[in-house]
């Protein structure tokens, strides 16, 4: 089946700083890409969408200028967040579709714990 | 607006017990419907999925039928394991390709 890797799987890091988390689809050419956030004990919240080429698409209240991301290639995703604060640790899980078979499917990384100090 | 609604957890059964899990939803359209399971630390595994009414998806002992006449997707298995223990999500995707999350329903199995 389709594979999609995150890394790192759990990183912590000083306020103030930025961190980089990378979305791979391993054995499929990912089309879009999709970035959620996780709070304890609670569902996937989409943080945005990303098509291979384009600028991606955030949802309502997310800024867009903190959490950039980067879609460069068909196997790759980058979310940045930048001058991370506390209140953005979190799970973060990316998910992508792609053509033929894995179009309409979303395939999910294992997530990364980002940990703010 | 497209949503999903879930019995809420945390539901406990012991092992070899009927495991039922609620999932409800409101969409325009013909959505497809999944089931996702998360284990502790991970990400999000599809566990079974339906793309039309009266379609039945099955995995691992685990089924769910697509009712339209009732909007409903409830997850079932005749008798659960102890790594069956999870958090539940039933989803929805609908069109542009997002999926709509129910809140999740963890599962609890004693041995």
């Known amino acids: 089946g389709a594979v999609v890797s995150q890394h790192p799987s759990r990183v912590i890091c000083k306020s103030g700083t930025s961190v980089k988390i990378e979305c791979r689809s391993l054995?499929?050419?990912?089309?879009?890409m999709f970035w959620y956030r996780q709070f304890p004990k609670q569902s996937l919240m989409l943080m945005a969408t990303?098509?291979?080429?384009?600028?991606?698409?955030?949802e309502q209240g997310v800024e867009k200028d903190k959490f950039l991301i980067n879609h460069a290639s068909l196997t790759l995703s980058t979310l940045t967040v930048t001058s991370a604060h506390p209140e953005d640790s979190s799970f973060y899980i990316c998910?992508?579709?792609?053509?033929?078979?894995?179009?309409?499917?979303?395939?999910f990384g294992p997530g990364t714990r980002l940990t703010v100090l | 607006g497209n949503s999903v609604t879930q019995m809420e957890g945390p539901v406990t059964l012991s092992e070899e017990a009927f495991l039922t899990i609620n999932c409800t939803y409101t969409?325009?359209?013909?959505?497809?419907l999944f089931w996702y399971v998360q284990y502790p630390g991970e990400g999000l595994q599809l566990l079974l999925k339906?793309?039309?009414?009266?379609d039945k998806g099955s995995n691992k002992g685990f089924e769910a039928t697509y009712r339209k006449e009732t909007t409903s997707f409830h997850l079932e298995k005749g008798s659960v394991q102890v790594s069956d223990s999870a958090v539940y999500f039933c989803?929805?995707?609908?069109?542009?390709?997002?999926?709509?999350f129910g809140q999740g329903t963890e599962l609890s199995v004693k041995p």
């Open positions: 998910s992508a579709t792609g053509t033929g078979e894995s179009y309409n499917e979303q395939f």
């Open positions: 054995d499929f050419q990912a089309t879009t």
């Open positions: 990303s098509n291979e080429g384009s600028k991606a698409t955030y």
């Open positions: 969409a325009t359209g013909y959505p497809s």
């Open positions: 339906a793309t039309k009414a009266d």
């Open positions: 989803a929805l995707n609908n069109q542009g390709g997002k999926l709509i």
